[in-house]
């Protein structure tokens, strides 16, 4: 079984700040990319940020220069650091991880239970 636990979403004004973090653990033999997504009210969920195990880093154009993704191989986890929050941020904050559970297993993917995160004007 593998689990995603995803922390440190919240409220905070605009041109505020957030770190989110998103632990992967269970039974576990190697993570390819891990990312985040959002999904706002009546939208699509929609990538944010993807990093690979080489550490390549991709975001979506809204977010470029505010929003840092970065992992801790070691400890399985992901963090998105967002700065000069906007309220068009507002949404529902999902983490996910490609993951082989064994060495022979193919790449899945799995899915963290997502965190709000509200930005005010």
């Known amino acids: 079984q593998v689990q995603l636990v995803e922390s440190g979403g919240g409220m905070v004004q605009a041109g505020g700040s957030l770190r989110l973090s998103c632990a992967a653990s269970g039974s576990i033999f190697s993570i390819n990319a891990m990312g985040w997504y959002r999904q706002a009210p009546g939208k699509q969920r929609e990538l944010v940020a993807a990093i690979t195990s080489g550490e390549d880093t991709n975001y979506t154009d809204s977010v470029k220069g505010r929003f840092t993704i970065s992992r801790d191989k070691i400890r399985n986890t992901v963090y998105l650091q967002m700065n000069s929050l906007k309220p068009e941020d507002t949404a529902v904050y999902y983490c996910?991880?490609?993951?082989?559970?064994?060495?022979?297993?193919?790449?899945?993917?799995?899915w963290g239970q997502g965190t709000q995160v509200t930005v005010s004007s």
């Open positions: 996910n991880a490609d993951l082989r559970r064994r060495s022979f297993s193919s790449v899945g993917r799995y």
